[in-house]
């Protein structure tokens, strides 16, 4: 994209509608951030790296290197419009932040990285896009690149299992309360699809929701995500020694997972 182009499109007023929208749908998403970054803060040194797994525009990355002056980040995305709305709101952060244009469903994906080590692995209402296979795929790839007692954590609606339908029903009907359209608009909030619909009136960014279509247009988000036990399950067979929700309201959790 031209730097005359780039100077065309206010990318933090977008950056900032971003994160209205998604906490329409997820009300919690701060202190679900927050949970994430007390654990990292009680369990890591001052100085690390971290990877923002499905970043979008770098909201965790935004928020991370805020709290954590010594830290790098590594912010890893398929999608062409996500990542240049984060490069173009946030920049490098003086070095410290940098982003991947990675499909994290490859199996190659960790040649993308450039980076034999990090020390956590962050997403955020993302991963529920992979299929079990590529999931477990995805965290056997993080069991080899994290270091011993290196993190993973994974804040997003993880279902109950089977054994828990009264809860799983509880979660489910809390979740479609929040995400009807006349919620959206009582709380003054912009849909996901009414922002897609605003930014796709950016003619500036033509060409970028082009090629963002025809990455997308072979995946498919899942009608029934893998659940809470799948994770767990897939966590452990990847060499993570202890795996636990950390953070909860309902479905909506934080899982951490020890290297």
């Known amino acids: 994209m031209t730097q005359d182009v780039q100077q065309q499109i206010d990318w933090r007023d977008w950056l900032q509608r971003w994160d209205a929208q998604q906490e329409g749908y997820v009300p919690e998403r701060e202190a679900r ?10 369990l890591l040194p001052p100085s690390f ?26 912010a ?13 709101a946030l920049g490098t952060i003086d070095g410290r932040l940098r982003w991947i244009e990675a499909d994290l469903a490859s199996p190659d994906w960790l040649e993308e990285l450039g980076e034999t080590q990090v020390d956590a692995a962050l997403s955020s209402t993302a991963l529920h896009w992979l299929a079990p296979e590529p999931l477990a795929r995805l965290y056997r790839d993080l069991g080899r690149l994290l270091r011993r007692g290196g993190l993973v954590l994974n804040g997003d ?50 060409p970028l929701l082009a090629e963002r279509t025809r990455r997308f247009a072979g995946k498919q988000r899942q009608d029934t995500p893998p659940g809470f036990d799948v994770h767990v399950a ?26």
């Not at 339908?165 to 996901?192: H, K, M, N, V, Y």
């Not at 953070?247 to 290297?259: D, G, K, S, T, Y």
């Open 234 to 259: 897939a966590l452990r067979a990847a060499g993570f020694r202890e795996v636990d929700t950390i953070w909860q309201a309902l479905a909506n959790r934080v899982v951490l997972a020890v290297r």
């Open 157 to 206: 609606h993880l279902d109950f299992d089977p054994a828990s339908p009264t809860l799983a029903r509880l979660s489910l009907r809390a979740r479609e309360q929040q995400w009807t359209d006349a919620a959206f608009t009582a709380r003054g909030i912009e849909t996901a699809e009414q922002w897609w619909d605003a930014l796709a009136a950016e003619p500036a960014l033509a």
């Open 76 to 88: 890893v995305d398929i999608d062409p419009v996500m990542l240049a709305i984060g490069q173009g």
């Open 33 to 42: 951030f927050t949970a994430m970054f007390d654990a990292l803060a009680a």
């Open 49 to 74: 790296v971290a990877l923002d797994l499905a970043c979008g525009p770098g909201s965790i990355s935004q928020r991370l290197l805020a709290r954590f002056p010594g830290a790098r980040a590594i």
